[in-house]
């Protein structure tokens, strides 16, 4: 039961707090807490995410064994907003703790890029003209 | 006995049909399906969904599959999703 006090995944509809976020990786052991939050750019009127919400949040557990793999972590927050996204606000907040801060810096990088490449949740822009998917460029495809 | 299975349509997939689910019978003549067996039914129902399947993973009780790996079967009470690019983050 260890992993599950150490690794947090949330996909909610509710606004991302970046203080809430680092509270929960905080740990007495950890001298580092690295941080991404991606957010919306204003370009568009807004962003619309959906997901397959059980195999995501599988997806991302998986990635988490992974990232655990490769680099020495205390514990990592992935936290995905879904729903409607206004502009200028965060859609997702990752966030790693380690006892120094190579790992959680290059931690917090690779699982960036990894949820992009594999996590099933999409992205529709809503321009003041229209509507379409986004396609991350590097997104798993056949 | 039933022999159905779950279709899941996600994004692009769903806006191109106006589903989001739907339960689909195996063929009476057989116990499984093939992903090409599959492709080529989805396609016969849907004439929208061609492109996208094309461009889209499938994943079968929430794992991806390798679209040109033979061997995988769908089977009854399966849950099969159309998994376009992803876009999140």
């Keep these: ?142 | 006995m039933s022999k159905e299975f779950t279709i899941l349509y996600f994004a692009s997939a769903r806006d191109a049909i106006n589903i989001s689910s739907e339960i689909i019978s195996i063929p009476a003549t057989s116990s499984s399906l093939s992903l090409q067996d599959l492709t080529n039914l989805l396609n016969n129902r849907h004439e929208n969904l061609v492109k996208i399947l094309e461009n889209s993973m499938f994943a079968i009780n929430m794992q991806y599959v390798d679209k040109d790996d033979e061997s995988i079967m769908v089977k009854p009470g399966d849950e099969v999703a159309i998994i376009p690019p992803v876009s999140g983050g």
Excluded at chain 1, 52 to 71: F, G, H, L
Excluded at chain 1, 83 to 112: C, D, F, Y
Excluded at chain 1, 122 to 142: A, L, Q, R
């Design chain 1, 1 to 142: 039961m260890e992993k599950t006090e150490k690794d947090f995944i949330k996909l909610t509809s509710d606004p991302l707090i970046l203080q809430d976020i680092v509270d929960l990786v905080k740990d007495d052991q950890a001298g580092a807490i690295s941080t991404f939050c991606g957010t919306t750019h204003k370009t568009v009127v807004r962003l619309e995410y959906e997901s397959y919400i059980p195999m995501a949040e599988k997806e991302i557990s998986s990635i988490i064994t992974d990232v655990r793999s490769k680099w020495e972590l205390t514990k990592v927050a992935v936290h995905h907003r879904l729903g409607i996204v206004p502009v200028g606000e965060t859609s997702v907040i990752i966030a790693v703790s380690s006892v120094h801060r190579n790992e959680s810096l290059k931690a917090v990088e690779w699982l960036i890029n990894t949820l992009k490449e594999k996590v099933p949740i999409w992205k529709k822009e809503i321009y003041y003209d229209g509507s379409s998917w986004k396609e991350n460029t590097k997104s798993k495809c056949c």
